[in-house]
């Protein structure tokens, strides 16, 4: 498994990204992924890319952003292709957006063939310049089931789309991860990983919440503290070979909680191929 850490994380902290490079490639992290934002305003920063971000033994797997599918053709198309220049300046292949600002049993037919058709417009200029587009698994948009999220899939029906998978948001769309998972693998491109204390707190995940400064921070926990069986889920995750995962925290104690999430992750990991290696040895 590629772990990378989210610059989002630190989106109301004062530090370069030259900071959080150094700190992510000391504390088992393999790549970094890019919130668009900040990947958008250090664009004149021409000296920062993909080598610059190699010399610290990191990668850049993909950038999040925000495709604007709601919006004229053209702006959509520019933003595309904009979020998609940034990406390979970043030698990343992979742009992660959100499929809507409507729950799927919101939406009407008429709009769901509208959104199906500007993705699919947008994942053919991504293919063009060696990108996927990766819609996340999230509520309040078409992919927010495992149903809906099945059926978006066939509608777009484009090679360049692909899924990434939030586990803690399937789960709180009712689905059980581990079903969806298998049922949604040959799609999957990239697992962004958190936990909550209990379904009474889903709402410190809302957008609105998240992005604020003074936002609630309330039961968000690491890892394996939360309602999420994420040993249930690793024992599936753990069975691929090709993995790219991200920690997406939103709390405080950024660093702390990262670092052991990471740490634990990597021994839990170990153990497990620990009787493998035995074996073979």
């Not at 790549?31 to 971000?53: K, P, S, V």
Request: a negative charge.
């Amino acid at each position: 498994m590629r772990l990378s850490l989210c610059t989002i994380t630190f989106r109301h902290h004062l530090l370069s990204l030259e900071d959080i490079a150094r700190w992510a490639a000391a504390n088992d992290f393999q790549g970094i992924e890019l919130w668009g934002a900040h990947a958008r305003n250090m664009q004149h920063m021409t000296d920062r890319n993909a080598d610059w971000m190699a010399v610290f033994g990191l990668s850049v797997p993909m950038l999040s952003d925000y495709l604007p599918l709601d919006e004229d053709l053209a702006s959509l198309r520019h933003a595309t292709s904009n979020l998609c220049r940034l990406a390979g300046r970043w030698g990343a292949r992979k742009v992660r957006t959100f499929a809507g600002k409507s729950a799927s049993r919101d939406t009407s037919p008429e709009a769901r063939w509208r959104l199906s058709a500007r993705l699919k417009d947008a994942c053919m200029i991504a293919q063009d310049q060696g990108c996927e587009i990766l819609v996340e698994t999230h509520p309040g948009t078409l992919a927010d089931t495992l149903s809906s999220t099945q059926r978006l899939l066939e509608e777009v029906d484009h090679p360049a789309l692909g899924i990434n998978f939030d586990t803690l948001h399937v789960w709180e769309g009712g689905d059980d991860p581990v079903a969806a998972h298998r049922a949604l693998l040959p799609h999957i491109r990239h697992y962004h990983l958190k936990n909550v204390r209990s379904r009474a707190d889903l709402a410190v995940f809302e957008p609105a919440n998240v992005y604020a400064a003074a936002g609630k921070r309330a039961g968000m926990t690491a890892l394996f503290d939360g309602a999420v069986d994420y040993l249930q889920f690793f024992d599936e995750l753990f069975e691929r070979e090709e993995v790219d995962a991200s920690l997406e925290w939103f709390g405080g104690d950024c660093f702390n909680i990262l670092a052991n999430d990471a740490r634990n992750m990597h021994l839990l990991k170990a153990d497990r191929d620990a009787p493998i290696r035995a074996g073979v040895a």
